[in-house]
């Protein structure tokens, strides 16, 4: 499928923080759009700039070529995909879904299996880069499916992100998401650890940052999250409660694939122990109260 | 001290990898430079370029204005500062020593302490950058002891490094390394984590790192030490068993001070595995080898 803002209508799925600023691009890039999510009030400001409401996920994928969804869990993603009323029933022979929700590997290739049957392509395609990335159109997207799916699909990627790559076949934007949140698990702990032995050795922990956040201590995290976490500033960026759906995922995933991940599971006993304390709608650096 | 090529004479102790480059800038900066270290044959490149070689640490120090040290353990440290032979008993009244090895932040106290009797001046300045930083003279070095002092010895150490931060009263450099120690052990666990994940899933590996580099899950460590990983190259550029013995320092320092560390605790016990495997030779990237 060519795409153009001319000829191809879009149908976005989902318009909470992350949704909402990469439906606002396709807008602002001059497609035909229209959206759905469970809170009506949420697609008011896209509506006033031309966007058109549909009352139902059916409706929407009726009425659209390309179909995005950004949604909160696996289950919400299986339910929009899956349901009579979903995308697999009711978009038409030849439409492309792409979910950009940090889902299960395992049920993105089922969906992509299921959506062959119908005639839909479906790519799988999680983000990088929080609300931020979201807003400034700089979003890492990670990308599994049919190459030259992903290949029409590109200009569309190009309006919400930056870094954008193609990772192999259904599933695997969503492993390399997994990879992704791997990483910054066990790291948020080092992080972590690493400020509060400098708190507690008597150091001024901004000066310790400017010694160790360019060096080969140096992470996003470290250089953006520590400051946070030192003016004990825990607005959410990115949910602990949604970092755990992640690390629950990867940690199921690396378990089926027979691999041991003793950080990842240090990584997600902490978070819970944070959501035990009722911090489950913090940002990521929290965990920093913990030591 | 007001310090200058043309008046002070410097006496480096330690002609390791980090040593040997960083004593060659001072050499290369017009210092008049004597040297000392265990393996006579160490110091021959830098005795054909101009350096006095030193037989031991007592003539050394009898023999320099600022006398650096940079050496393999806190024992060693110990033991050319405070033996009848060492720093504390030979340097001059009003003479400078700094030790730049990583090191025991109480040691670094106490030298401290025990040199103010004998009219020397102590700074502890541990650096973090590598071989490489050490080569390209862009260390980070993190600088403890008195403030003036550390500003009279400025111009000497932005000869050796670039991000030079003076961190508070003696010990505060060691506590600083510290720090970034930490920061690094968890993060290892979690680039070993990531991209052995990516493996297992049938990834390319490689192709991830792109996607997850440069976002929210990058690090020194994650783009710098994983392309290594992937290569199977665990050639040393900085030594398994030396990270050890820092990871075992800051974990008897961090207990000291009360302060609970899951994740270089972890850390330690993987890489103490690793010794285990006969790996303590082999650069920190070699802690893939695990997974």
Tied chains: 1, 2.
């Excluded at 606002?24 to 896209?46: E, F, K, P």
Aim: hydrophobic residues 45%; negative net charge; glycine residues 12%.
């Amino acid at each position: 499928m060519q795409i153009s803002p001319e000829k191809t209508r879009i149908g976005f799925i989902g318009l909470g923080v992350m949704g909402h600023s990469m439906a606002g691009h396709i807008l602002d890039s001059g497609y035909a759009l229209c959206v759905h999510t469970r809170t009506r009030a949420r697609a008011d400001g896209l509506v006033k700039k031309g966007a058109v409401w549909m009352d139902s996920v059916r409706k929407l994928a009726a009425n659209s070529d390309v179909i995005i969804s950004i949604v909160g869990y696996p289950q919400d993603v299986a339910q929009i995909y899956l349901d009579a009323d979903g995308i697999l029933e009711n978009a038409a022979t030849g439409s492309v879904a792409i979910d950009m929700t940090t889902s299960d590997p395992a049920l993105a290739r089922k969906l992509a299996a299921q959506s062959r049957e119908k005639g839909i392509q479906v790519l799988d395609a999680p983000v990088s880069g929080g609300d931020l990335g979201a807003r400034n159109a700089t979003l890492s997207i990670m990308v599994g499916g049919e190459e030259p799916v992903f290949t029409d699909m590109l200009p569309l990627f190009q309006v919400m992100g930056k870094n954008i790559v193609y990772q192999g076949p259904a599933g695997s934007g969503q492993h390399t998401k997994m990879a992704n949140q791997i990483a910054i698990a066990a790291g948020m702990i080092g992080v972590c650890e690493a400020l509060a032995y400098a708190k507690k050795a008597g150091l001024d922990p901004d000066t310790v940052l400017s010694s160790i956040g360019q060096g080969a201590a140096g992470s996003w995290s470290l250089n953006n999250l520590g400051p946070r976490m030192l003016k004990s500033d825990f607005a959410p960026g990115f949910y602990v409660k949604h970092f755990i759906k992640d690390m629950t995922i990867a940690a199921d995933s690396a378990r089926d694939l027979g691999l041991d991940t003793p950080g990842l599971t240090l990584a997600k006993t902490l978070y819970e122990r944070l959501v035990d304390n009722g911090c489950e709608n913090d940002g990521t650096q929290a965990l920093f109260k913990l030591f």
